[in-house]
């Protein structure tokens, strides 16, 4: 892994609904997190809205995923990826939310978190979501953000 990336992966044993599991680095910061998505979702709306130039900065692309629903006062959320302009130049912010699961309420207090966040070029994000629709199809193995480094 670079110093600066995020690496996505998918894994599924039905037609649409599968596990995409995000790895993420930035330096000396790390983290990988996972949830279901039904790819024909993600495809049709997150890689859909990350073609958009230029991306918003209010309602910016966003992925999230985990157990229950927003709102749901057990709401979890595992993973979340948003993608939004950073300043003037162009550079992107990629923000990379996740999460462990925690399965019983006394276990809240166990739940590890990490957000690393990383520069981007819109280059390197077309070829990002070209990976990763291909990933989602299952003619790609891994799909590869590749952030600035300073």
Same mark, same amino acid.
């Given at each position: 892994?670079?110093?600066?990336?995020?690496?996505?992966?998918?894994?599924?044993?039905?037609?649409?609904?599968?596990?995409?599991?995000?790895? =993420?680095?930035?330096?000396?910061?790390?983290?990988?997190?996972?949830?279901?998505?039904?790819?024909?979702?993600?495809?049709?709306? !997150?890689?859909?809205?990350?073609?958009? !130039?230029?991306?918003?900065?209010?309602?910016?692309?966003?992925?999230?995923?985990?157990?229950?629903?927003?709102?749901?006062?057990?709401?979890?959320?595992?993973?979340?990826?948003?993608?939004?302009?950073?300043?003037?130049?162009?550079?992107?912010? =990629? @923000?990379?939310?996740?999460?462990?699961? =925690?399965?019983?309420?006394?276990?809240?207090?166990?739940?590890?978190?990490?957000?690393?966040? !990383?520069?981007?070029?819109?280059?390197?994000?077309?070829? !990002?979501?070209?990976?990763?629709? @291909?990933?989602?199809?299952?003619?790609?193995? =891994?799909?590869?953000?590749?952030?600035?480094?300073?």
């Amino acid at each position: 892994m670079s110093d600066t990336e995020l690496r996505v992966v998918y894994w599924t044993d039905e037609e649409y609904t599968g596990q995409i599991t995000a790895t =993420v680095k930035s330096g000396q910061f790390s983290a990988q997190g996972a949830a279901w998505f039904d790819r024909t979702h993600v495809k049709g709306t !997150f890689l859909t809205a990350l073609r958009a !130039f230029p991306l918003p900065s209010v309602g910016p692309p966003t992925l999230a995923g985990g157990f229950w629903a927003e709102g749901d006062p057990r709401y979890q959320c595992h993973l979340r990826i948003t993608i939004k302009p950073h300043d003037s130049r162009g550079t992107l912010l =990629v @923000q990379v939310d996740v999460s462990s699961e =925690v399965w019983k309420t006394p276990d809240a207090d166990m739940q590890n978190s990490a957000t690393v966040r !990383f520069r981007a070029e819109y280059a390197a994000l077309d070829r !990002f979501v070209e990976e990763f629709e @291909q990933v989602l199809d299952g003619t790609r193995d =891994v799909a590869i953000l590749k952030g600035i480094t300073n």
